[in-house]
């Protein structure tokens, strides 16, 4: 199958949306960021080349005054606060959570609130305050408490649901984490992305997340970002949307 073969169905959809004079909404969130790589860079600089907006889900604990200084000028990247430390606290037998049932509420409510504090004060430009927790799992008992902390916004994955706090969420991920821990076949995350454009179609009008993690991205994720960016450019009905502009 060729890459003109496999992008065919994604150009074909998207033309579809310009047939009706309609427009789509996509974000970008890349998980995991902690510090300045060179991973980091070649994401930044397709942010640049392409002109698309990005979040960046960085874990609070870790992270210092190099990745504040490095994003400092730019102004398409926006960050949010993912978990604590990103340390699974769940059985062998259990998914992986960083804020399950494992631990004192008040001793996670306490890590929410250093994580959005420490952010908050690093970056004082890019800082949105919305929460992504590790794995994409959290505790339903902590989402009440969200507001009160400041958090305006919760983002997972899959379709949005009603609750505590709004949700902006991720729908398609690159990664085949189950597998070859390298990137997904490009034709089946291509038919993911048509499903779910498809989907906003019919009348669900939450924004498409596209979800990355760039600190393990093989060759063949690269250049699915890259071409993605690339059919996207060239279309009326699709475009790359802040995460802010989400925020209530």
Known sequence: MTDETIWQPLRDELKRWEDAGRA???????????EPTEA???LLALSDRFSVPM????????????LAVRLADQSRISVAVHGWTHKNHASASEKKQELGSHRPTDQ????LRRGYNKLRSL???GFVPVFVPPWN????????ELPGLGYQALSVFGIAKPGAIAQVNTHVDIMDWHGTGGCRPHADIVRDIVRQLDNRFQGNEEPIGILTH???HDAAAWDFIETLFDV?????AGSWRPLEEFLD
């Open 137 to 144: 799992r959290i505790a339903s008992n902590l989402l009440p």
């Open 232 to 236: 996207m450019s060239v279309s009326r």
């Open 40 to 42: 980091l860079d070649q």
């Open 214 to 216: 760039h600190l393990v």
């Open 108 to 111: 996670m409510l306490d890590e």
């Open 24 to 34: 789509v909404r996509f974000w970008f969130r890349d998980d995991d960021a902690v």
């Open 123 to 125: 970056h004082t430009v």
């Open 55 to 66: 979040a960046l889900a960085v874990i609070p604990a870790p992270t210092g005054e190099a």
